[in-house]
């Protein structure tokens, strides 16, 4: 028998948050960046998603994941709901140089997790002659073509860390903000937070599923391994097909028939939120704007 299963048990979530991690590195300090994009929501009319990005390193690995991420981290414990945005968005976690010299980006795109390996590759930075001030820093300015996408950013050498947010970085500086030439996608620096944080580096998810039998079982979730360029062609044919905007689950199986259950939670802002182990299913999609083209 097919039932809506509504998850509130916070012991359950944490259960499922606290799954096979390793800690890679410890971070001495935290850059936050607020993230928009611009699109169009089902109906063309245009939208700007925004959501916020953290960003640690360590040992020449760079994490950049989002915020909800890293604040359930310092607090504690999981609500999945809080990562629909990210979902939404299409905003992966993504650790650079790990392995050394890789890429490893872990997103969720309903009805897997998915990671993905890419080589890591040096983006040629030309420096231009502009200068501005982000959150109080002096900045210089330059750009690179990364990916297909040419990009636009600040840095500031009063932060001696070469890294930025997403795949971005390789300057002499903290990249402040970062604006793609057509001005769809804006990393801002948002704040800077100086604090010991561990690099937390997940293998795989242990989420808490109704067995079919009125109780409750821990089922392992691992990530499907693909080539980076796989899945992208693979986020294009599905996110860019129109019926997404429409049925953003059209290109898979219905949930309740192909798991028998689906989870409801809540968000910090009391929005319900329908996930499958964990996985957000979107409800509200928006036009497809990819950051990188290859």
Not at 42 to 65: E, L, R
Not at 123 to 132: A, H, R
Not at 136 to 148: D, L
Not at 263 to 281: I, K, Q, T
């Amino acid at each position: 028998m097919q039932k809506t299963f509504v998850t509130m048990l916070a012991f359950v979530l944490t259960v499922a948050a606290q799954a096979q991690r390793d800690t890679i590195g410890v971070s001495m300090f935290t850059a936050i960046y607020r993230y928009e994009c611009k699109t169009t929501d089902a109906d063309g009319q245009p939208v700007t998603d925004s959501m916020y990005i953290a960003v640690q390193t360590s040992g020449g690995i760079t994490k950049s994941f989002p915020y909800e991420e890293y604040d359930r981290q310092k607090k504690g414990g999981s609500r999945i709901a809080d990562g629909y945005l990210a979902a939404q968005m299409h905003i992966g976690t993504i650790f650079t140089n790990y392995p050394e010299t890789r890429i490893t980006t872990q997103e969720m795109l309903y009805p897997y997790r998915y990671m993905t390996d890419e080589p890591l590759e040096k983006q040629k930075w030309e420096l231009t002659n502009s200068q501005d001030s982000i959150c109080g820093y002096a900045c210089q300015s330059a750009t690179a073509k990364y990916h297909g996408v040419t990009w636009n950013v600040l840095y500031t050498e009063e932060v001696p860390a070469s890294i930025g947010p997403w795949k971005l970085g390789g300057l002499p500086g903290l990249i402040t903000k970062a604006t793609d030439a057509k001005g769809i996608h804006c990393f801002t620096l948002y704040g800077f937070h100086q604090e010991e944080t561990p690099i937390i580096y997940t293998q795989y998810v242990n989420w808490v599923v109704p067995d079919g039998r009125g109780k409750f079982a821990a089922q392992r979730v691992d990530y499907q391994k693909m080539k980076a360029s796989k899945f992208l062609a693979y986020k294009k044919k599905v996110l860019g097909n129109p019926r997404y905007l429409k049925d953003p689950t059209y290109y898979a199986p219905d949930p309740m028939k192909a798991f028998g259950y689906v989870e409801n939670s809540f968000n910090s802002a009391g929005d319900n939120v329908r996930s499958v182990a964990g996985v957000v299913l979107i409800s509200n999609p928006h036009q497809y704007q990819p950051l990188e083209f290859k």
